[in-house]
């Protein structure tokens, strides 16, 4: 499985590049300059002690990858869709791991956009035969990092399309102890959006760094 | 502690009374009609072997405890507390269970109140001198009447009372295998809720009915 991240440079983008690498996936970090993504997928490498990640331009990640990461941070995550349009080829799977939020007295709070949920957002800015999922939302980029440690925690998964979401299931089992689930919709982004808030309230609250969810039950 | 229900001869407020009651907590169940709560609590006793849990009216309920659990359904939220509301003692603390959710094409959905969530609605609507805390919300009534089965998830519990608030984290701690978390002020609520409705749609997918929440990480 051959897996991008678009925009892959920041905290979130290589975390999820060491656990999918480590996970034994094809990993190519993309940026706007390509030695910018080198050099993240050489920090990421030497971390693994493998040379499993690649790092290039975004155009050229999106040229060879089925699945492909929307790493940049919120505020930039339309205008990456707009300004990389036309390199995405038919049939990616765009993963949404995007979250709006702004900060209130020191207190995180959900940034609602006016389409429901970021991911219905970014979904209306797709193009044509590319499908959206929302994923890995809610768990957090320094949980990711820390290779060595198991996340023992789920990955919500949620899209329209039953097929691009049971390929982001599949893609997110390969790391080991995260089990992926069923999240439905892409609307339920709107709930899963909400509850990295949460997360960052209760990582603030017990100072912690890795708060993420486990269903119990299920 | 003393420990009081307020409709709560329902599937939430049943299985609330079996855990605290299991807990060693001294409960009432409080109904319109003191018969049908003396009713449930006959209940409650057989099934733990033990006459720990009272019936009564729910006049009577609120003029003895200390904590109360709004265990009605959402709908009747608001004119339960009209109703009552020269029954409550000053000083009670009034923990809202209630979840505004409808169901769409057979999907739950989250019915989000003017008020912001269903919590800041019904702390629109308690007397001077009560607090709300929101907690429970996120916790199956299946799963709390399974008395036998530990909880093992998180009680997420928010108001903007903090005295309010660690007195219910106290009350929650009492049930072994469910941990108590603060989640911050009463607009959490908001995120809380929509989490009841993402375990209701879990529960539909995987053909189960306790999903419920466990943080890891914290």
Known sequence: ???????????????????????GAQVVIGSRLGERAGAAAGECNARLASPLIRGTTNEEMLAESEIVFLAVPFGQAVAALVAYRD??????ILVDVTVPMRFTDGLPAYAQPEAGSGAE???????????????FKEIPAHALAEVET??????????????ARDAVMAAAGLIPSLRPLDAGPLK???VIERMTVLAVYLN???????????????
């Open 87 to 92: 390199c995405f080829r038919s049939g990616t």
């Open 204 to 218: 603030r609250r017990y100072r912690r760094r890795g708060a993420r969810f486990r269903v119990q039950g299920i």
């Open 121 to 135: 957002l970014v979904a209306r800015h797709v193009p044509p035969g590319v499908s959206v999922v929302a994923a």
């Open 150 to 163: 198991p996340l023992d925690c789920d990955a919500l998964v949620c899209g329209d399309s039953r097929e």
């Open 188 to 190: 339920m982004a709107s």
């Open 1 to 23: 499985m051959r897996i991008g991240l678009l925009g892959g440079t920041g905290p979130e983008g290589k975390g999820l590049a060491l656990r999918f690498a480590a996970a």
